[in-house]
């Protein structure tokens, strides 16, 4: 499986600033996905980032509240901008494993705005 | 779009056998995945169906029927340390465009 490393693990941030969450992993991959799971429940999904091309956002996630940096096959960065306590959650990215039919999820970042 | 159901909360017993229904409706169907999510951890890879039938990897089984949308988790000789939230995720989608989408997650509570 692939192996990533996500930072930062969690952040208390105030109302109104912006936190980058950034995934590294240990190989190229060609999709990356970034969810969002709010307490007690399940993931849902925010984007797809492709390298060399925009984001492609979920229903109810827009790229000004949610931008999203692919600047290479190993890396991507998710912005939470002008933060609100509704976006208080854990943040996760993940990717296809080598193997190819599961995925592998970083450690999340657990994001309280207060 | 995509719908996935599943019981939200199970308990069973140490040492006994339990199965975690999932229904799904979506598109362009390509896979079903259980994870494993202990509390305040990321989830875990179990299982991946694509074709109907069983999968077997030790203590955990899984299942898929396609035509009937359907699959379940099987624990057996459960552990303590199953304790967890079992998540059902669905790969589908259509246009070339496929994403994976969780269900709610049934926490599972093993008693001694």
């Known amino acids: 499986s692939a192996v990533i490393s996500q930072k930062p693990s969690r952040d208390i941030c105030q109302r109104g600033t912006s936190l980058t969450i950034q995934c590294q992993v240990d190989?190229?991959?060609?999709?990356m996905f970034w969810y969002r799971q709010q307490p007690g429940q399940s993931l849902t999904l925010i984007a797809t980032?492709?390298?060399?091309?925009?984001?492609?956002?979920e229903s109810g996630f827009v790229i000004d509240k949610f931008p999203i940096s692919r600047p290479n096959l190993t890396f991507s960065t998710l912005t939470v901008s002008n933060m609100s306590p509704e976006d208080s959650s854990i943040y996760l990215c993940?990717?296809?494993?080598?193997?190819?039919?599961?995925?592998?999820f970083g450690s999340g970042t657990r994001l309280t705005v207060v | 779009g995509q719908n996935i159901d599943q019981p939200t909360e199970m308990t069973a017993t140490e040492g006994a056998i339990v199965q975690i229904n999932c229904t799904y409706q979506t598109s362009g169907f390509n896979g079903l995945f259980w994870y494993q999510q202990h509390a305040g951890e990321a989830p875990t890879f179990l299982s991946y169906?694509?074709?109907?039938g069983l999968e077997e990897k030790g203590r955990f089984s899984s299942f898929l029927s396609r035509s009937k949308g359907y699959s379940y988790l099987l624990l057996k000789e459960l552990q303590m340390k199953d304790s967890a939230s079992y998540l059902c995720?669905?790969?589908?989608?259509?246009?070339?465009?496929?994403?994976?989408?969780f269900g709610i997650g049934t926490k599972l509570q093993v008693i001694p």
């Open positions: 993940s990717v296809p494993d080598r193997e190819g039919y599961g995925y592998t």
């Open positions: 995720a669905v790969r589908g989608g259509s246009g070339g465009y496929q994403k994976v989408t």
């Open positions: 169906n694509v074709l109907d």
């Open positions: 980032a492709n390298q060399g091309s925009e984001a492609t956002y």
């Open positions: 190989s190229q991959v060609t999709m």
